[in-house]
């Protein structure tokens, strides 16, 4: 009896182990499969190109992940909307990032293609965009602002045959408008315009800072005005006069109605609550006192 029960037990952790190893190596295979359809391997034998359509537009921003790669050349971008629809991480306090969303032939947004040097690049590129997947865009959809003659680093960088062209595209789990819990944040708009600034001068374009603004879908939603020093923003914020002229020239009331972040506004706002807390502690010790003081004395 006790040795069937001994090889019953031992069958039953057999089983045990061999259904975790199972799970383990399927979640695994899962995991693998997910990643290799987030971000593909592309082809070894064309030009790797990355569409930048947010924080990739400004050189410098750009340059943080991985500085040696080919100029960010314009470009115009059918059968795509750019909005600010993708989360950010839920963690602390958060943001919602510039995105794109797969539309139809009468939408477009404007942004750059820049050339990749090396394999190391394009993995940079996947770690910082982290919310995002990478995706294909068809060459046809793609209507270069300058031409390979404009000079020869713009020759050297611009693409030739079959290139290829990579957009990072929300993942389904950071889909979402901008909330309060998720506003859109100045200091990212900042690097966004900044960018659109600075391929329009660039490349001495027209109206490519202000295409930047009309194709872009969701700015009626929650925005906050994070910059470091907001009165004196030229201090930190590149090319911050442009931003708040272009910014004003779309949106006149958008200063009357993009708020300061301020601490000063919390600290007002937790001044009620706090002040609560301190009658609350007052009364508490207050009460504690008492029962301690009526016994030792007995005079109540
Ligand atoms: C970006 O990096 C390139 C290559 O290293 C450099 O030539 C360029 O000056 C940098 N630009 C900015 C704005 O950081
Ligand atoms: C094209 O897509 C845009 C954005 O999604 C949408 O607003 C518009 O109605 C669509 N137009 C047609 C003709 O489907
Ligand atoms: C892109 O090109 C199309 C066709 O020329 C034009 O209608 C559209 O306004 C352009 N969009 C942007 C954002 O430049
Ligand atoms: C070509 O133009 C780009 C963009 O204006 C600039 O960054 C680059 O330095 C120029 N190269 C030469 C050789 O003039
Ligand atoms: C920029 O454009 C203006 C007007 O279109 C033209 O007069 C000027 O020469 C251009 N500058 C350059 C550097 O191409
Ligand atoms: C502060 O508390 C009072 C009374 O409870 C309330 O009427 C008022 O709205 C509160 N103010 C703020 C800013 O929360």
């Not at 537009?57 to 971008?77: D, E, F, H, Q, R």
């Not at 050339?115 to 590129?125: C, G, I, M, N, P």
């Not at 408008?177 to 900042?190: A, F, H, K, L, M």
């Amino acid at each position: 009896m006790r040795k069937l029960e001994t090889w019953f037990n031992i069958i039953l952790v057999s089983t045990g182990i061999l259904d975790l190893i199972v799970l383990t190596t399927s979640a695994a295979t899962e995991k693998g499969k997910y990643e290799a359809e987030c971000h593909p391997t592309p082809n070894s034998l064309s030009q790797v190109y990355i569409l930048g359509y947010g924080s990739l537009l400004n050189t410098a921003s750009k340059n943080t992940t991985y500085p040696n790669t080919g100029i960010n050349i314009p470009v115009n971008v059918t059968g795509f909307s750019r909005n600010f629809n993708c989360k950010g991480t839920p963690v602390g306090h958060s943001t919602t990032y510039l995105g794109v969303d797969v539309a139809n032939s009468t939408t477009s947004f404007n942004g750059v293609v820049f050339k990749l040097r090396d394999y190391q690049s394009l993995l940079e590129f996947d770690k910082r965009e982290v919310f995002y997947c990478r995706k294909l865009v068809p060459l046809e959809d793609i209507q270069f602002l300058i031409d390979k003659s404009w000079n020869a680093t713009v020759e050297q960088d611009f693409p030739v045959g079959n290139a290829q062209f990579w957009i990072y595209d929300v993942k389904p789990e950071f889909l979402g408008w901008p909330s309060e819990r998720y506003p859109i944040v100045q200091t990212y708009v900042d690097v966004f315009l900044a960018g659109c600034i600075e391929i329009e001068e660039t490349y001495n374009l027209t109206g490519y800072k202000d295409a930047c603004i009309t194709s872009t879908q969701g700015w009626e939603y929650p925005w906050v005005n994070d910059r470091l020093i907001p009165r004196r923003p030229f201090l930190h914020t590149w090319k911050a006069f442009q931003i708040d002229r272009l910014i004003q020239s779309h949106f006149p009331k958008h200063f009357d109605q993009v708020l300061i972040e301020k601490e000063a506004k919390y600290n007002f706002n937790n001044k009620n609550g706090s002040n609560k807390k301190v009658i609350g502690n007052y009364l508490q010790t207050l009460f504690l006192a008492i029962l301690l003081i009526v016994p030792v004395t007995g005079t109540i």
